[in-house]
């Protein structure tokens, strides 16, 4: 998995192996589960953090997200992001510093300009009082040497909704109420303190239980393991750990394509923008930050996972159904009741993978051929390929696409801002693509390898699929069976 630090995933990831281990073996209690810490750190020099005491507590709050569980018990949260105390302790409690660079000089015009008595002189230079200061950033555009610095730390600098502050003692807190679930924090700080729930105990007792489980995987699967590597070669590993199953997600990606694309032609009778709805991160800012868009403007229309999970379970009402993909929204989404024939279960490629490193599996080519979508609904994972395959699908019905305007983003700033011009009436364009990601899913939080390297491969996988259409393709599957609306209703 890419992230910033090659000692963090490799940390992460022998802790969900073990997990995995211990849950296929029965014995997933609180003595192996030490055992599984004092073999990380034995002591009695720490391997990567100042003790080993803290090295401990740090494991043992990662073991119990591995397991679905709090981080910190002292502190339930039904969030899917949550933080890991023990590791939240190193970055500087203030975002405004004096540096070296200052002179102490006679004119004080930081102290001057300071509205909250927050600047007061040191010994050899100014100092700020992290209590009284209120980050308006004054005290360094008034400083004639640019010695005062705006350094914010990395998890809420990569935050695109606001959602995390700091206690009294300076650690992180999330704002549930606020929170999109988007796993930006997670993979932006440096010291691993933010982590998400991971469902791999529940799956693997599933599978033990003789339970038909099935997977579904993300069209940005292709490209992340290599050019070698398509669906098939992933299909064929699952199947080996005991999945029932799996089914590429870019199928419901032509479904949700070619349901949004009659919402689309209906909005542009009713004079009415809309945006799209496969993104969760996206879909939860517009709930929690845009109510009256959230009412108003979204499509109606059921992601593609649910699409492909409502398919499958109206096949087999008792199977279970895992999504895998780049995603952490993906695991807030499958945990909305009100979403009928919901996904059961999400995972990410790194828990993917240490899941079947837990029983020795590894993902290698196979010559099968496999395809389940189009070419539409294989590239919704990237940037603009949603509102591709929308207008493709309304192309097909017979529709004129050549005045429609649309706005693609990705990334929340873009996404904030044209919802922003929604909300005020000045957004030009007729649709909204919303992506949270940069890139799209492609450049989602939990990727296996560079955004660049995905693209590369990802070309040379997706030119060997053939072109079917997306109502072609759709026709293989009894799309009457199940609904397509978030409510249910057909």
Same mark, same amino acid.
């Given at each position: 998995m890419i992230t910033n630090d090659k000692g963090l995933v490799e940390l992460k990831h022998h802790v969900i192996r073990e997990v995995c281990r211990m849950a296929w073996d029965g014995i997933l209690n609180h003595e192996e589960r030490e055992r599984v810490v004092y073999n990380m750190s034995p002591g009695p020099k720490p391997t990567y953090r100042c003790c080993v005491y803290k090295e401990r507590e740090i494991i043992r709050g990662r073991i119990r997200l591995a397991m679905g569980m709090n981080p910190d018990v002292n502190k339930p949260t039904k969030n899917v992001v949550a933080?890991?105390?023990?590791?939240?302790?190193?970055?500087?409690?203030?975002?405004?510093?004096?540096?070296?660079?200052?002179?102490?000089?006679?004119?004080?015009?930081?102290?001057?300009?300071?509205?909250?008595?927050?600047?007061?002189?040191?010994?050899?230079?100014m100092k700020i009082d992290p209590n009284k200061c209120k980050s308006c950033g004054q005290c360094a555009k008034a400083c004639p040497f640019g010695a005062i610095i705006h350094s914010q730390r990395p998890c809420k600098r990569s935050c695109p909704a606001g959602a995390i502050s700091y206690d009294e003692n300076g650690l992180c807190m999330i704002d549930e109420e606020k929170c999109i679930?988007?796993?930006?924090?997670?993979?932006?700080?440096p010291f691993g303190a933010i982590g #998400?729930?991971?469902?791999?105990?529940?799956?693997?007792?599933?599978?033990?239980?003789?339970?038909?489980?099935?997977?579904?995987?993300?069209?940005?699967?292709?490209?992340?393991?290599?050019?070698?590597?398509?669906?098939?070669?992933?299909?064929?590993?699952?199947?080996?750990i005991g999945f029932a199953d799996m089914v590429e997600v870019g199928l419901g990606g032509d479904m949700t394509a070619a349901w949004e694309a009659k919402e689309w032609?209906?909005?542009?009778?009713?004079?009415?923008?809309?945006? *799209?709805?496969?993104?969760?991160?996206?879909?939860?800012?517009?709930?929690?930050?845009?109510?009256?868009?959230?009412?108003?403007?979204?499509?109606?229309?059921? #992601?593609?996972?649910?699409?492909?999970?409502?398919?499958?379970?109206?096949?087999?009402?008792?199977?279970?159904?895992?999504?895998?993909?780049?995603?952490?929204?993906?695991k807030g989404e499958t945990l909305n009741e009100n979403i009928v024939d919901n996904a059961d279960y999400a995972m990410t490629?790194?828990?993917?993978?240490?899941?079947?490193?837990?029983?020795?599996?590894?993902?290698?080519?196979?010559?099968?051929?496999?395809?389940?979508?189009?070419?539409?609904?294989?590239?919704?994972?990237?940037?603009?390929g949603v509102a591709s395959a929308v207008l493709e699908a309304m192309q097909e019905m017979?529709?004129? *696409?050549?005045d429609i305007t649309l706005a693609r983003c990705a990334g929340g700033d873009e996404c904030r801002k044209a919802l922003l011009l929604l909300r005020s009436g000045k957004l030009k364009e007729d649709f909204i693509e919303g992506m949270i990601c940069p890139g799209g899913c492609v450049g989602g939080p939990s990727k296996h390898q560079?955004? #660049?390297?995905?693209?590369?491969?990802?070309?040379?996988?997706? #030119?060997?699929?053939?072109?079917?259409?997306?109502?072609?393709?759709?026709?293989?599957?009894?799309?009457?069976?199940?609904?397509?609306?978030?409510?249910?209703?057909?």
């Open positions: 933080v890991i105390p023990a590791a939240c302790d190193d970055c500087p409690i203030q975002d405004h510093m004096v540096t070296d660079s200052c002179r102490f000089c006679l004119g004080k015009a930081c102290l001057n300009a300071c509205r909250f008595g927050a600047i007061s002189p040191g010994d050899t230079k679930h988007c796993g930006h924090c997670i993979h932006a700080c #998400s729930k991971i469902y791999v105990v529940d799956i693997i007792h599933a599978i033990q239980e003789g339970k038909r489980v099935i997977a579904m995987c993300a069209p940005a699967t292709e490209g992340q393991f290599g050019k070698e590597i398509g669906m098939a070669s992933v299909r064929a590993a699952l199947k080996k032609i209906e909005a542009r009778k009713e004079g009415r923008k809309m945006t *799209t709805s496969c993104c969760p991160a996206f879909i939860s800012l517009m709930h929690h930050h845009f109510p009256q868009q959230y009412e108003e403007n979204k499509s109606m229309t059921v #992601s593609p996972m649910v699409a492909v999970s409502r398919y499958l379970k109206s096949q087999d009402p008792d199977c279970v159904t895992v999504f895998i993909g780049p995603c952490i929204a993906k490629y790194g828990e993917m993978v240490a899941l079947l490193d837990s029983k020795q599996v590894e993902i290698t080519p196979v010559k099968e051929d496999y395809q389940e979508a189009s070419l539409y609904g294989k590239r919704f994972a990237g940037s603009g017979g529709e004129d *696409t050549s560079t955004e #660049s390297i995905v693209e590369r491969d990802r070309s040379t996988l997706l #030119s060997a699929a053939d072109g079917r259409g997306i109502l072609e393709n759709l026709k293989r599957y009894p799309m009457d069976q199940f609904s397509m609306f978030r409510d249910g209703h057909k």
